[in-house]
C-alpha cells in the first residue's frame, strides 16, 4: 500500500506520481490506468482529488479520457505538445541528462533558423537592442543577469526573425529555462568569452540586411 499523499497538495502529488509512471513506462502507450475509484482507495483521496489529477495528464496529452470507457495512456512521444518538456526534463533523480542534452540542440537548431530570417527581417530597433545586448553580456553584474540577458538577446534574435510559431516555442522554453535556472548556468559561464560572440552575432544581423539592400 503506498502511503495516503499529503491532503494540501494532494492532487498534485497524484498527477506526479502518475505522470512519471506514464513517463518512464510503467504505463505504456494504449494501456489502462488503474480506475479512478482503485486510485482515491490506494492513496486515501476523494474522487474529486483524483478527477482533477487525471485532468492535468489529459491537458498534457498523457492519457485519453473517453466516456464509459478507463482511462488509457497515451503516446505522449507522438501525441504531446512542448508543454510536456518540462516534465519530461526531471525525475526523481533530478535532471534528466538527455532530454537537457536535446533541449540544448533543439535551442541552438531555433537559434540559427531565426538568426537566418532575422537578418533580413529584421527592424534597426531590433538590431540595435541586440547591439546593447551584446555589450551587456560582456559584462554581467551577476550569473542571474547573464542568464537574463541571454535569455533577452536570443528572444530578440526569435522576435526579428517575424516567425509566430518560433514564437511559441520560445514562449515554452522560457518558462523551462527560469523556472529552472540553476541547471542552465554553464551556459552563461565565462562572460568574458561569450562577449565576443554575442558582438559578432549582432553585427552580422546588422550587414547581412545592409548587404542584401545593396545587391
Same mark, same amino acid.
Given at each position: 500500500?503506498?502511503?495516503?499523499?499529503?491532503?494540501?497538495?494532494?492532487?498534485?502529488?497524484?498527477?506526479?506520481? #502518475?505522470?512519471? &509512471?506514464?513517463?518512464?513506462?510503467?504505463?505504456?502507450?494504449? *494501456? @489502462?490506468?488503474?480506475?479512478?475509484?482503485?486510485?482515491?482507495?490506494?492513496?486515501? #483521496?476523494?474522487?474529486?482529488? +483524483? %478527477?482533477? &489529477?487525471? @485532468?492535468?495528464?489529459?491537458?498534457?496529452?498523457?492519457?485519453?479520457?473517453?466516456?464509459?470507457? /478507463?482511462?488509457?495512456?497515451?503516446?505522449? %512521444?507522438?501525441?504531446?505538445?512542448?508543454?510536456?518538456?518540462?516534465?519530461?526534463?526531471?525525475?526523481?533523480?533530478? +535532471?534528466?541528462?538527455?532530454?537537457?542534452?536535446?533541449?540544448? *540542440?533543439?535551442?541552438?537548431?531555433?537559434? !540559427?533558423?531565426? /538568426?537566418?530570417?532575422?537578418?533580413?527581417?529584421?527592424?534597426?530597433?531590433?538590431?540595435?537592442?541586440?547591439?546593447?545586448?551584446?555589450?551587456?553580456?560582456?559584462?554581467?553584474?551577476?550569473?542571474?543577469?547573464?542568464?537574463?540577458?541571454?535569455?533577452?538577446?536570443?528572444?530578440?534574435?526569435?522576435?526579428? &526573425?517575424?516567425?509566430? !510559431?518560433?514564437? #511559441?516555442?520560445?514562449?515554452?522554453?522560457?518558462? !523551462?529555462?527560469?523556472?529552472?535556472?540553476?541547471?542552465?548556468?554553464?551556459?552563461? $559561464?565565462? /562572460?568574458?568569452? #561569450?562577449?565576443?560572440?554575442?558582438? %559578432?552575432?549582432?553585427?552580422?544581423?546588422?550587414?547581412? %540586411?545592409?548587404?542584401? $539592400?545593396?545587391?
Amino acid at each position: 500500500m503506498n502511503p495516503a499523499l499529503r491532503r494540501t497538495t494532494a492532487s498534485e502529488d497524484l498527477f506526479r506520481v #502518475l505522470r512519471d &509512471a506514464i513517463l518512464t513506462g510503467h504505463y505504456a502507450p494504449g *494501456e @489502462k490506468l488503474p480506475p479512478q475509484r482503485a486510485l482515491a482507495a490506494e492513496y486515501a #483521496l476523494n474522487a474529486t482529488t +483524483v %478527477r482533477e &489529477a487525471v @485532468k492535468r495528464l489529459e491537458q498534457l496529452r498523457l492519457v485519453e479520457v473517453r466516456h464509459g470507457d /478507463a482511462v488509457r495512456v497515451s503516446d505522449w %512521444r507522438t501525441q504531446s505538445g512542448l508543454d510536456v518538456i518540462a516534465h519530461v526534463l526531471f525525475d526523481a533523480g533530478g +535532471v534528466r541528462r538527455d532530454a537537457l542534452e536535446a533541449l540544448m *540542440e533543439a535551442r541552438r537548431g531555433l537559434l !540559427v533558423g531565426c /538568426a537566418a530570417l532575422a537578418a533580413t527581417r529584421r527592424t534597426d530597433a531590433q538590431a540595435a537592442d541586440l547591439r546593447a545586448l551584446a555589450a551587456a553580456a560582456a559584462a554581467p553584474a551577476d550569473a542571474q543577469m547573464a542568464q537574463a540577458t541571454d535569455f533577452a538577446f536570443f528572444a530578440t534574435v526569435v522576435e526579428a &526573425a517575424g516567425n509566430l !510559431v518560433f514564437t #511559441l516555442v520560445l514562449n515554452s522554453v522560457r518558462e !523551462v529555462y527560469f523556472e529552472h535556472a540553476a541547471f542552465f548556468t554553464t551556459m552563461v $559561464a565565462g /562572460a568574458l568569452e #561569450l562577449g565576443p560572440l554575442y558582438e %559578432r552575432a549582432a553585427v552580422a544581423e546588422l550587414t547581412a %540586411r545592409q548587404e542584401a $539592400a545593396l545587391r
